[in-house]
């Protein structure tokens, strides 16, 4: 066996993946990136049958070179990637999966494997925003440290959730009324937050809410 990258054998079909460059081991880099927010989750190695069984099945599949076997990614914990599309770079070298997890993806609880910060990332601006809120939430909804406010307001139930939803949706209509931007804005983000939690405390996805957003467009 040569150090040469091996191309994708005869047996799949012509086109993109005929193209794709395996290395000398049969495998190729897959990163895996969340379908709705577009967080990276983490990186594994497919060879032919693990990408195989991606593209043709409801799980995301990866060769393990720790154990020297094929991995369906959540088999043993249930938390599943779902394949949503996959993408490969401009020389084929490298894949790039877009799943739907369910559940954290690492094997430590965090979302994503990616997690221990070399240099504070930037604020995320746009609809990011708020699904990694939404992230932060579950995970405070799954822990229950001690000193969060979300925790707390989780542990007093959804009575209270609601009540607090109620009270800043109360609160948008008055800072509406006076008509003072930051004052809105301030009020809105209160509202956006406290609905997140409500949506947490009942397990409703804001995957559901897009999906119902999109059905309405139509």
């Given at each position: 066996?040569?150090?040469?990258?091996q191309?994708a054998?005869?047996g799949h079909?012509?086109g993109?993946l005929?193209?794709?460059h395996?290395?000398?081991r049969?495998?190729i880099?897959?990163?895996?990136?969340?379908y709705?927010t577009?967080?990276?989750?983490m990186?594994?190695y497919m060879?032919h049958?693990?990408l195989?069984?991606?593209?043709?099945?409801?799980?995301?599949?990866?060769?393990?070179?720790?154990?020297a076997?094929?991995?369906?990614?959540?088999?043993t914990?249930?938390?599943?990637l779902?394949?949503?599309?996959m993408?490969?770079?401009?020389e084929?070298?490298?894949?790039?999966v877009?799943?739907?997890?369910?559940g954290?993806?690492?094997?430590t609880?965090?979302?994503?494997?990616?997690f221990?910060e070399m240099a504070a990332p930037a604020?995320?601006?746009?609809p990011q925003?708020?699904?990694e809120?939404?992230?932060?939430?579950?995970q405070r909804k799954?822990?229950?440290?001690?000193?969060?406010?979300?925790?707390?307001?989780?542990d007093?139930g959804?009575?209270r959730?609601?009540k607090?939803?109620?009270?800043?949706?109360?609160?948008?209509?008055?800072a509406?009324?006076?008509?003072?931007a930051a004052?809105?804005v301030w009020?809105?983000a209160?509202?956006w937050y406290?609905?997140?939690v409500?949506?947490?405390?009942q397990?409703?996805?804001?995957?559901e809410?897009y999906?119902e957003?999109?059905r309405?467009?139509?």
């Open positions: 066996m040569t150090d040469e990258a191309p054998p005869s079909p012509s993109l005929a193209s794709l395996f290395d000398a049969g495998l880099p897959a990163i895996v990136q969340h709705q577009r967080e990276v989750l990186l594994g060879d049958e693990a195989d069984r991606t593209l043709e099945g409801e799980h995301v599949w990866f060769w393990s070179r720790q154990r076997e094929l991995w369906e990614k959540g088999a914990s249930g938390n599943y779902h394949p949503r599309g993408m490969a770079d401009c084929g070298n490298s894949l790039l877009f799943a739907d997890p369910a954290p993806t690492c094997h609880g965090e979302p994503s494997c990616f221990q604020v995320p601006l746009g925003v708020l699904e809120l939404a992230q932060v939430i579950e799954r822990d229950r440290p001690e000193g969060s406010y979300t925790a707390k307001l989780l007093k959804i009575d959730i609601a607090k939803v109620g009270e800043e949706a109360a609160e948008v209509i008055i509406g009324k006076n008509g003072v004052e809105i009020e809105v209160d509202l406290h609905t997140l409500l949506l947490a405390s397990g409703v996805a804001t995957s809410l999906a957003l999109a309405r467009r139509k």
